[in-house]
């Protein structure tokens, strides 16, 4: 079954604005990831955050992680263009050796 | 240099045909993977190596065959083609195959079974 989930499934913005979207999961994990995939491309890694953190930044991009709700935030400030994109998380459940990715957030900034 | 290559880019072929994609990575990592992302954007792994030998095979049709002939190469033939196979096919890598490494993506391959 599907570890993660985001949420919204689609989000459309002005540029300019912040953009905030979550991923819950099923099982208790060691790290969470977020990945970015522009349309006709790969995935490409973002960040990463271990189930130790809480809170982990990365130029414009701050991620949230909360074990208790298993869930997890990705904020992107001061959103441009070139950031629309889909936004996946992908967990490493505990005592698993894979990602498992979530269906992606599709983000579209409007000039 | 492209760090995760994988060819070709796209494929059109007809039911029942037989198929590759090949993939090589130059990051000097020791594990690799291959991915299938649906129309839904989903995107499910589907083999795993590491150093050449096979640590993920999820549930796939034997019809899927990887082969991994040096840890830079992760191959992957696709026996009698479905309707159903139509996706796009990525392959990753990453430096080590335990929990918390990043993996790298190739830029798919589109296959069209018609």
């Not at chain 1, 949230?64 to 490493?92: G, N, V």
């Not at chain 2, 000097?28 to 095979?57: A, C, P, R, V």
């Not at chain 2, 996706?87 to 918390?100: E, I, K, N, T």
Request: net charge positive; glycine share 8%.
């Amino acid at each position: 079954s599907q570890q993660g989930e985001e949420d919204p499934q689609a989000l459309s913005i002005q540029e300019g604005e912040n953009a905030t979207m979550n991923c819950s999961y099923k099982t208790s994990i060691n790290n969470l990831q977020w990945y970015r995939q522009n349309s006709g491309r790969g995935l490409v890694h973002l960040i990463l955050i271990r189930s130790n953190e809480r809170e982990k930044h990365s130029g414009r991009l701050r991620v949230t992680l909360d074990t208790s709700k298993k869930s997890s935030s990705l904020l992107i400030t001061a959103s441009r263009a070139a950031d629309t994109a889909s936004y996946f998380c992908a967990t490493t459940p505990q005592g698993a050796q894979k990602l498992v990715f979530g269906q992606g957030t599709r983000l579209t900034i409007n000039p | 240099d492209t760090a995760v290559s994988q060819t070709p880019k796209y494929l059109v072929t007809q039911m029942g045909n037989d198929k590759s994609i090949k993939c090589e990575q130059n990051l000097g990592h020791d594990t690799m993977y291959w991915y299938k992302q649906d129309s839904k954007k989903f995107l499910k792994i589907m083999f795993s190596y590491n150093n050449k030998e096979l640590i993920i095979n999820e549930t796939v049709p034997n019809r899927f065959s990887p082969k991994s002939p040096d840890k830079a190469h992760l191959n992957l033939h696709i026996n009698s083609l479905e309707l159903g196979d139509s996706a796009v096919y990525f392959c990753a890598s990453s430096q080590g195959s335990g929990q918390g490494n990043i993996q790298y993506f190739g830029a798919g391959t589109r296959l069209s079974v018609l």
